[in-house]
């Protein structure tokens, strides 16, 4: 094990906080249990329920560090097997990113590509796992089937279109910008529409009669019709996100009349046993396909950890395209 000292800095706050409240200080290193490795963090990415907890509105689950991050890539300084001191690892965390030092269960870690430098690898664990864990496990999507991803060009809009585009799917989804659009196209995506069009189902049912297999949906409520008019029969809702709101009157005779499965999923709160087989699974399928360039990353843009409050307003903003990453090379003054 590499020499740690005791203290570390992070991002600290006290919800429900602002932006301008995170604050970098001191507080202690982590531990590792049995089982975890510790990781000296180099990179670690923004996801929407960093906003929600810094809030308030998503609190973590018992035992995980209160501090924000939930992915993170970084240097094994304490290791058990398969791992060793040196190796470069990412994973999705239950806690903890935004740190010098995090723990990090041995079973969950993946390889990071040679290809990639830390900042670029970060914007991968969270936006994989969580679509093969939505497409591949509980959507069962299949060579053929049409699928369609709201919020394309997301982090995991951007994930589930190439994932869906390697299993043999035919891929629509919307964006709200024309360079967003471009790139939902440019990843594979063969149908992309305007989110903001009003009439997104007729358009999709226009080039689709039949319908849509699968749907990946991070808005909620306000896209419940749409979901449901486009959805063939048997289709596969995957609830993964209210950005657009979580009440409203819904309509529940499609559900009925379509045969339609409707599946709510947090990555987070996932039992324990399936995040290992997620990373097992995804370390399989991903990383020989970024080595040879038919998967990338796509990162929008990269914050020193210095600028973190100007990396949640950025967020807050919607104007990404990908992941936003948070490169933690800390400043000594």
């Known amino acids: 094990m590499v020499a740690v000292p005791s203290q570390m800095r992070a991002v600290l706050h006290t919800p429900p906080a602002h932006p301008e409240h995170l604050q970098i200080a001191t507080t202690s290193t982590p531990v590792p249990q049995a089982g975890e490795l510790l990781v000296r963090v180099a990179a670690a990415a923004l996801n929407r329920a960093d906003l929600l907890q810094r809030r308030g509105l998503y609190p973590p689950p018992p035992g995980a560090s209160p501090i924000l991050g939930l992915e993170v890539v ?30 990090v269960p041995a079973a969950e870690a993946m390889a990071v590509p040679v290809v990639l430098s830390s900042t670029q690898a970060a914007a991968l664990p969270e936006a994989f796992l969580t679509a093969w864990l939505n497409l591949v496990i509980l959507g069962r999507l299949q060579a ?13 809009g951007s994930a589930a279109i190439q994932l869906a585009k390697d299993l043999g799917a035919t891929v629509a989804t919307a964006a709200s910008t024309p360079a967003k659009q471009a790139l939902c196209r440019q990843l594979g995506a063969t149908y992309v529409y305007t989110s903001r069009s009003g009439a997104l189902a007729a358009q999709v049912r226009a080039d689709l009669p039949h319908g849509v297999d699968v749907i990946l949906d991070m808005l909620g409520a306000p896209a419940w019709a749409d979901n449901c008019d486009m959805l063939a029969r048997g289709g596969r809702m995957l609830l993964l996100g209210f950005l657009a709101g979580s009440r409203g009157e819904l309509d529940l005779g499609p559900i009925l009349t379509k045969s339609l499965t409707i ?43 210095s600028d973190v409050a100007e990396a949640h307003r950025y967020m807050e903003s919607n104007a990404n395209a990908g992941k936003i990453v948070l490169d933690m090379q800390w400043s000594d003054h």
């Open 74 to 103: 970084g240097e094994v300084v304490h290791a058990v097997a398969p791992w060793h001191v040196g190796d470069r690892v990412m994973a999705v965390i239950t806690g903890g990113g935004y740190a010098e030092y995090v723990c």
């Open 144 to 156: 053929g089937e049409h699928m369609f991803i709201h919020a394309g060009a997301s982090g995991v």
């Open 263 to 305: 599946t709510g999923t947090t990555l987070r709160r996932s039992p324990v046993a399936l995040r290992q087989q997620l990373a097992h699974d995804v370390s399989a399928w991903l990383l020989p396909r970024v080595q040879q360039g038919r998967v990338v990353p796509v990162l929008d843009r990269v914050f020193s950890v």
